[in-house]
DNA sequence: TGGAGCGATTGAAAATTGCTATCGAAGCTG
DNA sequence: CAGCTTCGATAGCAATTTTCAATCGCTCCA
């Protein structure tokens, strides 16, 4: 039954019977079978039946909600079983926007120091991205915005702050300024993240509240690359303070506040909102809880409440 | 392996490899081998092995919590997808607390009307019975207190809440009064229910708050017993007021609040937390908040939130 | 010490599963 | 519009898995 659900999760994912069924190791046959069989189990049509794949009937789309917590909490079994066993032993994936890459390894690192089993892989992601893996059970947990756009069903715990800097040469404009305004700022050349990257947007929407179209000279979905652009001295870029503290500054590269509005984004932890929680997600939620407390403790202090009881 | 699932929590249930294998329909050897094969794919003992059966293994118990919960869903999907199929049909089983029966049909009438196609079983447990069989999905809502042990992990929507009055017969001491004292209520001679209901362990508290100790002349676990007693003129009881409204009075019973203190305790449905909902639980859902509106506007109100979302 | 109860084991029958091969419809191309 | 390709459905077959009836061995209790 549950190998169904993940061919109904595949086909959802991959639009197509035949590459459905290679990522789930199986023939195209037996998928297709497999998905009949939902179909014949529920009495519904599931997938809108044509010479092709066209998509998921309505019946089929909310069939995949359920497969998608089914699946979802049938793996987190699993690990969590194997978990009881050996104590904290496996992978943690973690997709992460690129402004917070720089602050997982203050998640990862004392996490490893504590559990020396277990394997991270984190990955770049757009905050869509991440949300998105996240459900499609591709990661464990996410790094991202949680005050902005809408999440599904996850829990959070916040993090920090972001605030915002203007990476400068020492020898531009407002290289020896205290603090800038987003309207000094829209003034000057930047390089940005990809509008894509919610920080992008945020940038971009601070940037026309104070007055200017925002018209970056150089634009990227890594940080990496901006970094590098500001650091020969003929660039500026705007950044999350955590993370210009992060990459550390040089003589030749100044980190100014910006302020009017002095405008903050919440960055958290995200995961599967699943209960009881994977051996594995429960540590990391814990270790979070300890780097939000040192990272913003007004923050943590928020975030210590207890799981409230849903009221419907 | 939902069915080898099924097979654990049967077990769990019924303490007894037989008795769980004739529940789930299957042989014996068949509900061992399933067992074994969940142990196998674990790599854990979930059941302590003896010559007969003693009990689960802790990881036993984690991985039953587990198998409730996918099981759970499981079958919600599939009500889920039936109720897509033909609309709304089937079956609702709820468990209610004794002083909560009478108000069903407040619930149950208005939900007919809207869905004749849907079957209703009502079982007059205790509280924690009720919450017992939720858990065990024997039944799909309870009805019960919702303010007082702690509830599992379930959502919940406040329905009213009870104010306690003297049922008593009007040529008795306090048959005329505009309402009594806890103090003088425990001194006359009164049926309540059996000490395994929460309703008489509030009773009990309340009488012992104002300094009598209670010894009901009569006790049962029926409501119908109590009212019946009362009914010939010689008994006198506590009950909840809409309970009392329910029942109706004669000119032979008077109901008198009372006071000091007025302490009331919210009744509320109680459905699993489960995302997303089945259409038939989202439907009950819809019909309770409606209830609730029209007899406590206040606590409905409160109860117009949407979900929180949960903060680890 | 013998019987009853319980769970494990065994071996054979039955059901299910998954594969290869192939078909037919639809779309694309020259 | 013929030929080619892509996509999903179907058929037949082999392998695996599942289930059951029968029975075994252990333990407890009378």
């Not at 407390?293 to 207890?306: D, R």
Request: aromatic fraction near 4%; include cysteine; glycine fraction near 6%.
């Amino acid at each position: 039954m549950i190998d169904r659900l993940e061919f109904l999760i595949a086909l959802a994912s991959e639009q197509h019977f035949g590459r459905a069924a290679e990522a789930c190791g199986v023939t195209q046959p037996t998928l297709s079978a497999g998905i009949k069989q939902l179909e014949g189990m529920f009495g519904v049509m599931l997938v809108q039946r044509g010479s092709r794949f066209i998509g998921l009937t309505e019946e089929g789309e909310r069939a995949l909600e359920w497969a998608r917590r089914i699946v979802g909490d049938a793996r987190a079994m699993r690990q969590d079983m194997d978990a009881m066993k050996h104590g904290l032993v496996g992978h943690i994936r973690i997709a992460a926007i690129p402004t917070a890459l720089a602050m997982i390894a203050m998640l990862t690192t004392p996490f490893r120091a504590q559990h020396p089993d277990v394997r991270f892989t984190v990955l770049s992601r757009t905050s869509v991205e991440a949300l998105a893996q996240l459900e499609n059970l591709e990661v464990e947990a996410a790094v991202s915005y949680i005050d902005n756009e809408p999440l599904g069903r996850v829990s959070v715990v916040p993090l920090y702050r972001e605030r915002y800097r203007l990476l400068t040469s020492a020898d531009s404009e407002f290289g020896q300024r205290d603090h800038v305004t987003w309207a000094e700022v829209g003034r000057i050349p930047l390089c940005l993240l990809t509008p894509d990257m919610q920080n992008r947007r945020i940038i971009d929407k601070l940037l026309r509240a104070s007055g200017t179209e925002p018209a970056p000279t150089l634009q990227s979905n890594s940080m990496i690359v901006l970094y590098a652009h500001v650091r020969t001295g003929r660039w500026s870029t705007v950044m999350p303070a955590k993370l210009a503290e992060t990459l550390g500054l040089t003589d030749a590269v100044r980190s100014v506040p910006i302020v009017d509005p002095e405008e903050t984004h919440t960055m958290g932890l995200i995961v599967p909102d699943r209960e009881p929680m994977t051996a594995m997600t429960s540590a990391l939620v814990k270790e979070a809880k300890r780097l939000a407390k040192v990272l913003e403790p007004s923050l943590a202090a928020g975030a210590e409440s207890l799981r409230p009881r849903p009221i419907v």
